[in-house]
Structures are given as C-alpha cells and as structure tokens.
C-alpha cells in the first residue's frame, strides 16, 4: 500500500457540496500511487455502492464511511437551538458487521434523529460501535470546537469516552487547509493523544479534486444556500486547499506530528468490506398448510385455471387446453429454476388484498402480461395466450433478470396496499426508493448563473438556446450560437465551464414513484434508510438495490383507475347489474367515439397527437388500439402512416421474407411490438 490514504472524502452525494465526481477518484488516486480511498459523505450513504464499483474496476480499494452527525444531547431530544447541530464524526467500515452498524445508525440518524439534520447519538455509538473505526472528525468535530472553546478537559473526557467505546480504533483527526482554527485544534488533538496514548491520523476534508475546482466547489454551496459567490467564499471553506492531495504534500504539511500520515494507511489495511451482490433476500411467504412454495404456487396457478374456465374466461376457442397446460407447466419450470415462487405468491398476496379491499386494481402492464401463471393466480386481468404475449418477455431462462410486475392501483388507496405489506411483513422490513434529481444542462446554467450574481437576462439567453432534454452540456455546445456567446463574453463562458463541471451531478434525493422494497430482515440490514414516517426510503437507487438482491415491487397510483371505479358505481346507481368487465371487446359504439377521437380523460388516448392518429386510423378492433398506443411511442412513430395507410387499403402489404408474415399480418407487415421481434430472431436467426 502507498504511503497515504484519504479518509475524509465528500462524493457529489454531498448534495450541493461535494464537487468530487465518484467517476474520477481512481484515476486521481493512481496518479499519485495512491491505492485506497474512503467515501464520507455528510450524514448520507448514497454513492457508496457507485464508489465502490467504481474504485474497484480500477483496482483501488474502497472504504465505506460516512461522515456522520451526533446530536448534542439525544437523538429524541429536539428542543430549540441547543439541538439544532450536529457534531461531526467519521465512521469507516472494517467489515460486515462494522457495515450493518454505519447502515443501523445512519438510518436510525433520519428515522429517529432528524432535526435539521439527521442525528445519531452516542448511545447509538455505544451499542453499535463493532466493525467501526472512529476519526474525531473536522472542525465541527465535537473535541475539536471543545479546544476551541478552550474546554481541553471536557475535550479530553469526550475522547477518552470514544476511546472506550471503539479501543484502538479510535483516532484523533488533524487537519491543515489554512484555517487558524485547524492551527490551535491540531495542537490540542496533539497533547490528548501524548497524554492518552490515542494516535493522530491526518486528512485533508476532499469536498473536489483539483484546486482549481475550488471554485466550482464554491458554487454548489451557493446554489444550496441561495448566496452568491462575490458575497466570499462559503463558511468553512475559506480557503482552497479542500482538494485530493498527494501524499508528499500531506507528508509535508504533518512532518511534526509523528505518525498521522502513516497512520492512514495502518487504517486502510483494517478495512476489508465487501459488499455481496446478487444473493436475492425476498421476504419470508409464509403459504397456508405448510406447503412449499413451489408447491403453493402450482396449487393457486392450476386452482385459478379451473376458476376461469367456470367463469366463461377461458374457452379454449383459440387455444387447447393442451396447450394451455404446456404453457403452465413451461413457466412454472422456469419460475422455479430462477427461484422465483415466493416473488409471485407475495405479488399475487397484495394484489389480492386490494381487490378484497374494493381498491381498483390496474388489469395488467408491461411485460408481465405475458405470464399466464400470473393472469391465473390474479396478478393480471390479461389471458396472454388469447393475445399472443410471450413468457420471455417477462423472464427468460437464458439472461438472469428480476421479475419485475408492474401494478396499478387506484391513486387514492395505493397507501392502503402498501400499509398490508408493512403489515404482513413487518414495518421495518419495507422501505420506498430514492431517486436523485440532476442538475441537467439547462437547469444547470440557471442555478449557475444566480449563484455567479449574472443578471437574469443574460443567464435567461443562455440557458434558451440549451434544448429542454439535452443530455449534457457538450451536446449542448452543438449550438453555434452558444459557440458564438462562449468565444465572445468571457462572462458566458464562466457561466458555461462552470455548469459543465456540475452537469449531471444529484441536485436533491426524492421518492421513487412506484418503487417498493420488501426484505427477508429489516431492510437496514442491507441499505441504509433515509426519510421518516410513511416515507422511508432506501438510500441507493433501485439498480443498486437490485444489485444487492433487494427485489423490487412496483406499486403504481394511477388517478385513471380512480375515475373507471367512480364511473362504473355511477352507472351502478341505474344498473346494479353492471360488470365492467363483461363489456364485450367489439363493442361498436366504443369504436365510434374512439374513431372521433373522444378520448378526454382515457389513459394513454388523450393526448392531441393521440386524437390525430385515432381519428386517422379509424380504429374498429381491440388490436388497432393495441397497435396505436404501441407505434405512439418514439421506436415505432416512424410506421404510423404506413400501418394506417396499409390497414385502409391505400398502401399494399407486403413482407421482405416470406417468413415475417404470419408474425406481421396482425399489423399489417409494421413491427410494431417487441414480441415480433423476438419471434422474427427465432425463426430467422433460429434463436433460442
């Protein structure tokens, strides 16, 4: 190992404050032969996984830490000012166990301890210090401002009290950016540990990379705080010594206090967690007489075939029952294989509450239509052997994928649902998901340009000629008007290499919009939580949650299924024999109204430019409107006139192979579907 590691690391996940982009630690940490490095985001987990990935492709290794806050009294206790702060602590993870500690207190610090921030506090630290090293932190440390205050006995009764609690993985942290404080807390930190015999270890506070990004670093707090800049630089960061330095330059800056540098790398050898991917961690279904839950799901799947031949729903008019039970046995020989019984018994579970409960309940979306297993144990109200959805849409044998059901449910009483599964499976082992807004391009400049104290004018010129959905800002350069500005005004182009160094980095965290977790354990165990309340959230995105075997449950609120539910109970009031489901699919004055494009308030069909393919197309069959929500899509949009010319009679169809016919002929020789895709790769190409 090098002679230097940075243990005091702030990601982009520092939300506005951070400027360290996760994608270009290891590089910059190779370039000075440095092979570790620890993530300490304020108060937060967020990019952990990413940063870990990411260092380790590179062949660096990572720490998991945080930099965490401790309230200065009880986490419970949120009285007024002399709670409203936090001390600052660095915990980094030597292990598995040291990982669920950070991951317990962290989520603990939100769902417990916030108060402005989210606050751990030292009887969380006493029970769960196992696993963790302890650095005393910055100067917002809480031994730090003590010798500030010229409190050295309480400093070093708080010290000694971390000590107790971590032994020799406790360490009294120094640090040197300029800052007169650093000068007088150093010394401080130096006489404890001679007098105690508790090691220094230096760090520098990384908040970006380079020096010259000080600047930018600068900026994201401007944004966060809603300063501008020429007011000085942010509190704390006075200087711009807050960058990756090398290990000379640390080795430089700490020559008189002994083993501090050295020490970092002592720490970096006792750290050795790794995370385990892959490994599902589904919530323990618990099936009626003890059946396994292979067994249970074959019961429900062959028990709901025979419901729906009773109800009529089944006929076998275009399939055999043969066929049918070929189909069942198939999914369930792959549902089993992929380990996935439990999955469709908890879905199928909820889904099941909610139409008990009288919650409407969406009819099926996505991929997961084409399972007969699902249609029969009443997940979805689609019999995909009626319309020739394929299985391997959903799950494929062949590429290791989670199933991934997508549910509508009424928007008034999705909570409902979800407070069932808290329920059912405990409320600490069901959790929400993030997910991060960017600061995009556009959105960029403007923050930007407020923070740099630009008149809003010239920001406002700028951020116009962005388009709304560009993907970043070299694309946007594309504009030569932009070019123009940028090579002109030096001002704009300030503007311009600033919002590109920020561009794409989180501006704020936020609630997944559908996305559900529910865990074997507490969720805790696995990810930190942020949030409080019904709104407790996992801190890494759904892709990381997956990654780390936590499967996801969509639970979507759709306001249409609320108005269908209103609508079917009026015409109740009239009719109490109607059934919203035995409306026939050929009912021609449905057709009417759709081919005059009186779709206000259908789900997927209002739009304007929707009406002008409908009133276009003339749709006359339950397949037309199929197709058209299909080819209204940016893929397919290019056949929309030829699939409405060709079904009209004003254009021939006609098929390249004589193979693609009996896959196309339902739409009029377009590809519209990503089922015929697949179909035309196996017959084709002779895919499997």
Do not use: W
Request: aromatic fraction near 10%; glycine fraction near 8%; include cysteine.
């Amino acid at each position: 190992m090098g002679e230097f590691v940075h243990l005091h690391l702030h990601t982009e996940y520092s939300l506005l404050d951070g400027a360290t982009r996760i994608s270009s630690i290891a590089d910059k940490a190779l370039s000075d032969g440095q092979d570790a490095v620890a993530i300490t985001d304020h108060g937060v987990m967020y990019g952990a996984v990413e940063f870990y990935t990411a260092l380790k492709e590179k062949g660096v290794k990572p720490i998991i830490g945080c930099e965490v806050y401790v309230a200065p009294r009880s986490r419970h206790l949120k009285d007024g000012k002399q709670d409203n702060s936090g001390n600052h602590l660095i915990l980094l993870c030597k292990n598995a166990v040291g990982y669920k500690n950070l991951c317990y207190m962290v989520s603990k610090s939100f769902t417990e301890g916030f108060y402005s921030r989210p606050r751990i506090d030292m009887e969380l630290l006493e029970g769960y210090s196992e696993g963790l090293i302890a650095l005393s932190g910055c100067v917002a440390g809480r031994i730090p401002q003590l010798i500030l205050s010229g409190a050295m006995k309480e400093a070093e009764e708080y010290a000694l009290k971390l000590r107790g609690l971590f032994g020799e993985d406790f360490y009294l942290e120094i640090q040197n950016h300029g800052l007169d404080d650093e000068r007088k807390i150093a010394y401080g930190l130096k006489l404890i540990g001679e007098k105690h015999g508790i090691p220094l270890v230096a760090t520098n506070d990384v908040h970006y990379l380079e020096r010259s990004d000080a600047d930018t670093q600068a900026t994201l707090m401007c944004i966060q705080t809603n300063n501008v800049i020429t007011d000085g630089r942010p509190f704390g960061f006075e200087t711009d010594e807050f960058y990756f330095k090398t290990a000379n330059e640390m080795k430089v800056l700490f020559s008189g206090f002994g083993d501090a540098v050295s020490n970092t790398v002592k720490i970096a050898e006792k750290c050795n967690f790794d995370f385990e991917f892959d490994k599902l961690h589904l919530p323990d279904f618990k099936a009626e007489d003890g059946l396994s839950h292979k067994d249970k799901l074959r019961r429900d799947t062959y028990l709901g075939l025979e419901k729906k031949i009773n109800e009529g729903k089944i006929t076998f008019s275009k399939r055999s029952r043969e066929e049918y039970t070929d189909r069942i046995e198939y999914e369930l020989s792959v549902i089993d294989k992929m380990g996935f019984n439990a999955y469709f018994l908890i879905v199928s579970d909820f889904v099941s509450y909610a139409k008990r409960s009288d919650i409407p309940v969406g009819p099926g979306r996505g991929s997961g239509a084409g399972s007969l297993v699902a249609y029969l144990v009443g997940i979805t109200d689609v019999d995909p052997m009626e319309f020739d959805l394929l299985f391997e849409r959903f799950l494929n044998p062949e590429r290791v994928s989670m199933p991934d059901f997508d549910i509508d449910f009424c928007y008034n009483r999705r909570e409902e649902v979800i407070e069932y599964v808290k329920s059912k499976y405990g409320e600490d082992k069901v959790a929400q998901i993030v997910t991060f807004g960017t600061l995009a391009p556009r959105a960029a400049v403007r923050d930007v340009g407020r923070a740099l104290g630009m008149p809003y004018g010239r920001v406002d010129t700028v951020a116009k000629l962005i388009p709304a959905m560009c993907e970043n800002m070299k694309a946007a350069m594309a504009s030569s008007e932009l070019r123009e500005l940028y090579s002109t005004d030096e001002d704009i182009k300030k503007l311009i290499d600033v919002s590109s160094k920020i561009d794409g980095m989180p501006r704020h965290a936020s609630t997944h919009a559908a996305g559900v977790v529910i865990t074997e354990k507490p969720t805790y165990e696995y990810v930190p939580l942020s949030g409080s309340g019904t709104g407790v959230v996992t801190q890494f995105d759904m892709l990381t949650d997956a990654r780390l075997g936590l499967v996801k449950f969509d639970f979507l609120g759709l306001r249409y299924l609320s108005v269908i539910h209103d609508a079917e109970r009026s015409v109740r009031l009239k009719d109490k024999s109607f059934d919203i489901t035995k409306i026939p699919f050929d009912d021609k004055a449905t057709f009417a109204l759709l081919s005059e494009a009186k779709t206000d308030g259908v789900f997927q069909l209002e739009s304007a430019g929707m009406k002008q393919v409908l009133s276009k197309l003339m749709p006359n069959c339950l397949e037309d409107i199929i197709a058209c929500v299909a080819l209204f899509r940016p893929g397919p949009m290019d056949s929309i006139d030829t699939f409405i010319a060709r079904k009209h009679g004003r254009e021939p169809i006609s098929y390249k192979l004589p193979e693609l016919a009996p896959i196309l002929d339902v739409t009029y020789g377009c590809i519209v579907y990503q089922e015929q895709v697949m179909q035309i790769c196996r017959s084709l190409a002779g895919y499997s």
